[in-house]
Every structure is written in structure tokens, then in C-alpha cells.
């Protein structure tokens, strides 16, 4: 079987915590070797915590955290935290290099985006940098724009970016735009 034909899946992940563990540490590499400045954020963020206990930062009711899974096998993940009683934040999109261009990514926003609805947020928000290109892309094409900064990221070409969920096309998208 290719990985086309594989079965994709998106799941909560509080039962599969090491699996995260692992996602979120191929993630942090990644960013790390684009740019060093990242350590200085991840401790900014409290990331050795949120690595121990990922389902702490994203905890239920109001957080989320999934991951994709390609035949049972972790390969990507994602998650939500709200910011405040209207704004959610998307956090650590990553899928697996090898199972890239198989639409995971855009699954697993989608998955974050109808989350963040159900938690009541108003909007959700996002940092990224330009060496993510195809994910920033995403994130347009799902109705995302660029924003002024909502954190304190010590990276200067942080990319910041939110979307309206209150917005008609985004409540519905199944119904069609006049």
C-alpha cells in the first residue's frame, strides 16, 4: 500500500502523550535548526513544561490537542489554547516530512478551526515564519490573514496571522457564497 491509499485519521491525543512528546520534539528540532532565536521563545513559552504534560497547556474544555494518525501510526499534530474568553491560538502544526502533501495539514487546521468554534472563540490566532512557506500558505487558503503581534516572540520575522471564525462563510462553509 502507498501513502495515498493509507488510512488518515484525526484524533484527541490525551491518550497518546509520548506520541506527542515525540511530534512536538521533531517539531522543536525543526525550528531549532532554522533558527536558534527559537530556544529563546520555547522557554518564553514554558515548552520543558508543556513537553512533560502536553495535556496540561491544552487541556479540555477549552484546549485541544489531536494528532493524525496514518494506519494507527502517529504522523502529525496540533493544538489549541484559548488566549482569553475570544481569542484561541493555534500551536504546533507538524506532520511528519514523509507524509507531507497528503492533505494532513489541512486536516488538522480544519480540525482546530471547528474546535476553536465549539470553545467559543472569536477568532484564532497563529505565529509562523516565512521558512514555513507552505504551511503560511495553508493558513492563507483557510482564510487566515496577516495581523498585528499578539505575543512578545524574540524571532523578528515572526509572521502573525488570525481568522475571523464569526464570519458567515466561516460558521457554514458547506453553504454556498452568493
Known amino acids: 500500500m502507498d501513502e495515498e491509499e493509507k488510512m488518515i485519521e484525526i484524533v484527541p491525543a490525551y ?22 532565536a527559537f530556544s529563546i521563545y520555547l522557554k518564553i513559552q ?23 494518525l496514518a494506519d494507527g501510526k502517529a504522523v502529525g499534530c ?33 480540525r482546530i478551526i471547528s474546535d476553536a468554534k465549539e470553545v467559543g472563540c472569536s477568532w484564532l490566532y497563529l505565529d509562523s515564519v ?6 503560511v500558505r495553508l493558513y492563507s487558503k483557510l482564510g487566515f490573514e496577516m495581523t498585528a503581534p499578539y ?17 458567515p462563510s466561516t460558521l457554514h462553509p458547506s453553504t454556498p457564497s452568493a
Open 130 to 135: 516565512p521558512e514555513l512557506g507552505a504551511a
Open 15 to 36: 491518550d497518546r502523550l509520548d506520541d506527542v512528546r515525540t511530534l512536538f520534539s521533531e517539531y522543536i528540532d525543526m525550528l531549532v535548526s532554522i533558527d536558534p
Open 151 to 167: 505575543n512578545d516572540s524574540p524571532v523578528e520575522r515572526t509572521i502573525f496571522m488570525r481568522k475571523d471564525l464569526r464570519s
Open 78 to 110: 496540533i493544538a489549541l489554547r484559548k488566549l482569553d474568553e475570544e481569542r484561541g491560538e493555534l500551536k504546533r502544526l507538524y506532520v511528519r516530512p514523509a507524509y507531507r502533501k497528503l492533505g494532513i495539514a489541512t486536516a488538522l487546521v480544519e
Open 46 to 68: 514554558h515548552y520543558s513544561e508543556e513537553k512533560d504534560d502536553p495535556s496540561m497547556k491544552y487541556a479540555m474544555p477549552d484546549g485541544r490537542l489531536c494528532i493524525a
